[in-house]
């Protein structure tokens, strides 16, 4: 018996942050767009802090009165301590022009609010949806089984995976590769942190390093409903060494912390269950293939540090909905070229910071007490998201000659 057969112009894997803004960007241009969710939501995801670069795909998709309107706890810049050094980082006052104020999210709400945003545009979201097989080519067909049961094909004219950490086009084709980052785990939850008013600023996420370990680091990001998202990040072999529940290693980790001790020191840690994810990083020998591209974590992800994730998923839904809007022109289109290539250029940008981060280099830059303000500026344009701005000289360093002197100064 054969299955039955739909048809759309683009069909989207995932209806994540990268699946919703594509849709809504393919919706601008008039196509005809079906989104496959396996899951319900609002369901839980992390990668809760946004970057200001990541404001403007929300508005070109048209999506930004929705984002607005749903309450999420304004974001202007980055807190960093370690021991009893403080810095901050106002993206509002950065070298790369555009937006210098975002959200920090739920990410439950924030991703239905997008999928609910590119359904109101038109796109057909079909929620609890599982792919099940995939045949790429020129017309690529996807074989789909309902939340009753029902098997049946999708035929598309093109296919975006944005199925995110479930990576489905990357473990289906066998695209995946080990990424050159060490294996590092991440723990957290949700708090309610009870602070007073004024005792920080609720509009920064606070990054924290461990005062003894320069590759171990806390994220603490406020929500408008008075909780925090807290999390430590570090190697396997550091974790392993705490005993107890999930909730009692964390609580131990954090308390390690002399200004995390005190912020949360009348906190409720029972709002949400301690959830840990090991070897998040992870690479693809190709973003592109016959009919088919991967989107945000789908293709690639470095690390949770600078929250960069969103805004990398957001660029490869823009740059994807531009080259399908030559490609159903009836334009030839390099997708390597014109899609891969200036991905991958933002992507590396963020990797020399972060291996930069984790080695402690960038955190003597950070920390440093007597900072220059231009240099400062062009920093915090990275940190806000503006990796892609050649005009700042730290994301056209594409040898990281730069940083290094920068790095080598600020240790001296």
Request: charged content about 25%; glycine content about 8%; proline content about 5%.
């Amino acid at each position: 018996m054969s299955l039955r057969i739909e048809t759309t112009d683009v069909l989207i894997i995932g209806a994540g942050p990268a699946g919703s803004v594509a849709a809504a960007f393919l919706r601008q241009q008039g196509r005809s767009v079906m989104i496959l969710e396996r899951q319900q939501f609002p369901r839980f995801s992390i990668g809760e802090s946004l970057l200001p670069q990541s404001m403007e795909y929300i508005e070109a998709a048209g999506l930004l009165r929705d984002v607005v309107e749903a309450g999420f706890q304004y974001k202007n810049g980055a807190t960093f301590a370690r021991g009893d050094q403080t810095t901050w980082f106002d993206f509002r006052d950065k070298f790369s022009p555009g937006w210098g104020t975002t959200y920090q999210v739920q990410r439950a709400t924030f991703d239905d609010v997008l999928a609910r945003g590119a359904e109101r545009m038109g796109a057909e979201l079909r929620f609890q949806h599982e792919v099940l097989a995939v045949e790429p080519g020129e017309r690529p067909r996807v074989t789909v089984r309902s939340p009753e049961g029902e098997e049946y094909v999708v035929e598309a004219a093109f296919l975006l995976d944005a199925s995110g950490f479930a990576r489905l086009l990357p473990r289906l084709l066998d695209l995946e590769r080990p990424s050159n980052f060490p294996v590092r785990g991440a723990l957290f939850t949700h708090v309610r942190d009870n602070t007073p008013a004024g005792s920080f600023d609720r509009n920064k996420i606070v990054i924290t390093t461990h005062p003894e370990h320069v590759d171990v680091w806390y994220w603490t990001i406020p929500f408008s409903n008075g909780c925090c998202s807290q999390g430590v990040v570090a190697e396997p072999s550091f974790m392993e060494k705490y005993t107890g529940t999930d909730l009692e290693r964390l609580q131990a980790m954090v308390a390690e912390a002399p200004n995390l001790r005190r912020l949360l020191v009348n906190a409720e840690w029972d709002v949400m269950p301690v959830r840990q994810i090991v070897g998040y990083s992870a690479n693809v020998s190709s973003l592109v293939g016959p009919g088919y591209a991967l989107l945000g974590n789908a293709g690639e992800f470095l690390d949770p540090v600078f929250s960069s994730g969103v805004t990398i998923a957001f660029k490869s839904a823009q740059l994807a909905a531009d080259c399908l809007e030559r490609q159903f022109a009836g334009e030839t289109v390099d997708w390597e070229q014109d899609f891969s290539e200036p991905l991958r250029m933002g992507v590396r940008t963020f990797r020399r910071f972060v291996e930069s981060w984790y080695a402690g280099g960038f955190q003597n830059i950070i920390y440093h007490q007597d900072q220059q303000p231009e240099v400062k500026r062009m920093i915090c344009a990275i940190l806000a998201g503006y990796a892609w701005d050649r005009n700042n000289p730290y994301v056209a360093d594409d040898n990281g000659r730069r940083l290094r002197v920068l790095e080598e100064l600020c240790s001296a």
